[in-house]
């Protein structure tokens, strides 16, 4: 049984909140080419602005296929699902704004993220506007234990310098495997990651 729900509500917001793990489905116009679906999991990536607003912090990692596809059209899917707990599924569709380090809001937003503190781990945030909302039964999904974060990647990039860091997204994260332009090398020194000026200002 499907639900839509005309905002996230607070019961919403705080089941998204709790769940360690997300899931964003993003897709180039072309028929031919690739549908992504990536995993994200760090606590303190991802916050919800307001009624119909979310917004995560996209971790630099080995592709870029999710900035791309948002550059091109803007489509984009969330999930979460319960995997402890009463069973549940929470869909929000929407459009999907890529915010990179020289864009002059990055500096509203960027501190609502604990996780940005993390070595090299910033790349681009993605300001999500839901264009539907719903929940479902999760009665398929299994029961799993959550045991903790794996610390892997910031470990990765707090051994190097920002050199590196900046040589890594230019090398692996320019284009998308479709070859749509993804991070721009330009962004990739823009406003200082830290700045936190106005984040608690930020529209919620």
Known sequence: ???????????????????????????????????????????????????????????????????????????????????????NIVRVHGRGEVLFKDDPRWGEYIGLFPAAEDPGAPRAIVLVTASRVSDSCGYAVPFMEYKGERRLLAEYFGRRDEEFHVDYVARKNAISIDGLPAVPAETLRGADAGANSGANSAAR
Not at 60 to 76: M, Q
């Open 1 to 87: 049984m499907v639900n839509v729900h005309e905002v996230i509500d607070d019961k919403l917001r705080k089941f998204i909140e709790a769940q360690p793990l997300f899931f964003v489905a993003t897709a180039p116009l072309a028929a031919e080419g690739h549908v992504n679906l990536s995993p994200k999991g760090t606590v303190g990536s991802l916050v919800v602005l307001g009624p119909d607003r979310v917004a995560y912090l996209d971790l630099t990692g080995s592709g870029a296929e999710s900035l791309a596809h948002l550059r091109e059209n803007g489509r984009i899917t969330l999930m979460w699902a319960a995997f402890h707990g009463p069973p």
